[in-house]
């Protein structure tokens, strides 16, 4: 049974460039999450989605944006990157379950980006 | 906004002894979930433990085991016999129901545990 896949596993980009980032739910799963995980420090929530849309939203840019396809797979977007977007980006998948959804998360091993 | 603090940068324990990470949260709500992850070099977040507020029993799993003191806003984890395996990043995380914000974690700052042979 596959885990939660991420892609690319490392990424370099230059101040102002975009860039595109790819997450695969567990099978079974059907709602993903990104989190930012700067050096040093706890993941921050970026966005969450379900049903292919944007559910919940953390404190963060309208620069950062994403998507969820009907397979449930998930990209994240990153607009005019900026030194300080620096950091690892988790996506973790979860099940919809009635009104408590998100009962139990598998995290991916996440993307490192750095940008120079 | 629910705010989660972790007061240790650093933990180190002897393999076979008991370690604990300690971890306290700043919440207005009665009832959320609490959990403790765990980093290692991988980079993957692994669950090790949950626990709900509703719940007065703490839970524990395997050599894993909490003590969550809801009034205190205290949630801490006991490592016992330590493993060289257990050596990661430990992060304690919150969650409110999810009528509230969602199933969205706030995670504390960490600590890395070290273990010693």
């Known amino acids: 049974d596959a885990g939660v896949t991420q892609s690319p596993t490392h990424l370099i980009k230059t101040r102002g460039q975009q860039v595109t980032l790819r997450c695969s739910p567990k099978?079974?799963?059907?709602?993903v999450s990104w989190y930012q995980q700067a050096l040093g420090q706890g993941p921050q929530f970026i966005f969450q989605?379900?049903?292919?849309?944007?559910?919940q939203r953390g404190n963060f840019p309208d620069r950062f944006s994403g998507h969820q396809f009907p397979n449930y797979s998930s990209e994240l977007n990153v607009n005019a990157l900026l030194l300080g977007d620096s950091a690892l980006y988790l996506c973790?998948?979860?099940?919809?379950?009635?009104?408590?959804?998100?009962?139990?998360?598998?995290f991916g091993s996440g993307t490192r980006l750095t940008v120079v | 906004a629910q705010t989660v603090t972790q007061s240790q940068p650093e933990m180190s324990v002897q393999e076979a002894e008991t370690v604990t990470l300690s971890c306290t949260y700043d919440?207005?709500?009665?009832?959320?979930?609490l959990f403790w992850y765990k980093q290692p070099p991988s980079r993957q977040m692994i669950l090790v433990i949950r626990q709900e507020a509703y719940k007065q029993q703490n839970a524990t799993e395997n050599r894993f085991s909490v003590n969550f003191q809801k009034a205190a806003k205290s949630f801490s984890l006991k490592i016992s016999d330590s493993q060289l395996g257990d050596a990661a990043m430990y992060f304690c995380?919150?969650?409110?129901?999810?009528?509230?914000?969602?199933?969205?974690?706030?995670f504390g700052e960490g600590t890395q545990l070290t273990v010693n042979p």
């Open positions: 099978s079974g799963h059907d709602t």
């Open positions: 989605y379900y049903e292919e849309e944007e559910r």
């Open positions: 995380a919150y969650r409110s129901p999810v009528e509230t914000s969602g199933s969205r974690l706030t």
């Open positions: 919440t207005s709500e009665s009832d959320y979930y």
């Open positions: 973790a998948s979860s099940e919809f379950s009635g009104r408590d959804y998100g009962n139990g998360y598998t």
